[in-house]
């Protein structure tokens, strides 16, 4: 081959790289500013955890954080620059920040017009009230690798600290069985201490138990006392319950479940915790109970009836029903599209207050878009539910012409429209509440 054939080769090589990066950095371009317009229909959106700031000044769009996102479809590259363009779905990972070879990005709580109220806690994660400790989700941190590692650190407190129960009296009270209530236990059956663990719903897994079935959530490695490690970049719901249930059995430790932690006050002793039930009193307090808190309520007729649920569990049981799923963000969305492809339903159809999912993530977003266009799920949007009867479901319809009511068939009603954060019971027990704002 002679030179100049050589080199001719090697320019027409160089032309198309340089064509195909220009029409990916274009598509990318394109596709980020679309998902923009739809986050800016939000207003301005609150991220409900850890979430990347990228200063645009240092920012060279190396599209290295887009990469490193193990969620994916978070971060855009746009106009050569990462935006955030998915904020909900960012559950911090921080694998942004890390992957930035400017250090543009920073990872913040809460934005600058609005803020993010979370308990104080310290580097233990003890709150200011002395020998209360808040781990896990409540704490603004989603990941369940973070919430299995701040439990164990806790406990590390705890055990370094000295302080324990007296005669009668706990060394410890775990509330909550999630990945961190789980990880605090394993580590206080591992000290020797003495402790109560209790969880609000029957059976442990604590927020994991609301997840649909098919639900994929990230793990990464989790170093679980007297389990050991478990290496699984993702895990499906029922893969994870599986996981805590095998711990269970091979460390012996286990929740008593069905108790409801209404409060927890001073007390000469040391700290007591209520529940409906019965009390404990125990030297610290290590509260793993999850931001959602309790399911919001419609405030509707006919809410209290017995076809009404708050979470997707199994979608077999609404086989032949008629169901309808109320909420417009990811976990309604998820529900929805569970029961149309695996729930063998009569009919599934979902009202939303809004006329488009703009608060479910991109990929949520699409699926049910396609579910609607094909048929398997009837959109009922705008509306809002007016009465709730057992075999049907008043809604008001707002339609261009004007609004008007509506009757569908229902006997079988899914009401996903948020929680109550615990505030109140942080409040009550004396622990301090800081607002950040885009801040640390």
């Known amino acids: 081959m002679s030179a100049t054939v050589l080199v001719a080769l090697i320019v027409a090589c160089a032309f198309a790289l340089t064509w195909l990066w220009g029409y990916l950095e274009s598509r990318s371009t394109h596709e980020g500013r679309a998902e923009l317009e739809v986050l800016s229909e939000l207003g301005d959106v609150v991220p409900p955890s850890l979430h990347p700031v990228i200063d645009p000044l240092s920012c060279i769009g190396s599209g290295s954080c887009v990469k490193a996102c193990p969620e994916k479809q978070i971060l855009r590259v746009v106009n050569r620059r990462a935006e955030l363009v998915n904020p909900l779905a960012c559950v911090g990972h921080g694998a942004c920040a890390a992957a930035c070879p400017t250090n543009a990005i920073q990872l913040v709580f809460g934005t600058l017009k609005r803020g993010l109220e979370l308990p104080a806690v310290d580097p233990n994660f003890e709150t200011t009230q002395p020998g209360v400790f808040i781990v896990g989700e409540l704490g603004g941190m989603g990941l369940i690798r973070n919430a299995v590692e701040q439990g164990r650190q806790a406990v590390a407190h705890i055990v370094a600290s000295g302080r324990r129960g007296g005669e009668g009296v706990l060394d410890a009270v775990v509330v909550g069985a999630g990945p961190a209530g789980l990880s605090a236990a394993l580590a206080l059956q591992k000290a020797g201490l003495r402790f109560a663990w209790v969880e609000r719903d029957d059976t442990q897994g604590g927020s994991i138990l ?55 006050e001073v007390v000469p002793d040391g700290l007591r915790v209520m529940s409906p039930e019965r009390e404990w009193v125990a030297a610290n307090v290590l509260l793993a109970l999850g931001r959602a808190g309790a399911p919001q309520k419609l405030d509707v007729a006919g809410e209290d009836a017995p076809h009404v649920a708050y979470r997707l569990k199994e979608s077999e049981a609404f086989a032949g029903k008629h169901v309808v799923v109320v909420g417009g963000g990811n976990s309604a969305v998820e529900s929805a599209l569970i029961l149309a492809n695996d729930g063998h339903c009569a009919s599934v159809s979902i009202s939303y207050r809004k006329p488009r999912f703009l608060r479910a993530r991109g990929d949520n977003r699409k699926a049910i878009e396609q579910a609607i266009e094909s048929g398997r799920v009837k959109a009922l949007v705008p509306s809002r539910v007016l009465a709730i009867a057992p075999d049907h479901l008043t809604l008001q319809l707002d339609e261009p012409e004007g609004k008007r009511d509506l009757t569908v068939p229902c006997d079988a009603l899914i009401i996903q429209v948020g929680g109550t954060p615990p505030s109140q019971l942080l409040s009550s027990i004396g622990i301090e509440l800081v607002t950040k704002y885009a801040e640390r």
């Open 210 to 264: 609301h997840y649909p079935r098919a639900k994929v959530v990230m793990t990464g490695t989790l170093e679980l006392p007297l389990f050991g490690t478990v290496k699984r970049r993702t895990m499906r719901k029922d893969e994870l319950l599986t996981l805590f249930r095998r711990v269970l059995e091979k460390t012996g430790v286990a929740p008593v479940g069905g108790v409801l932690v209404t409060g927890v």
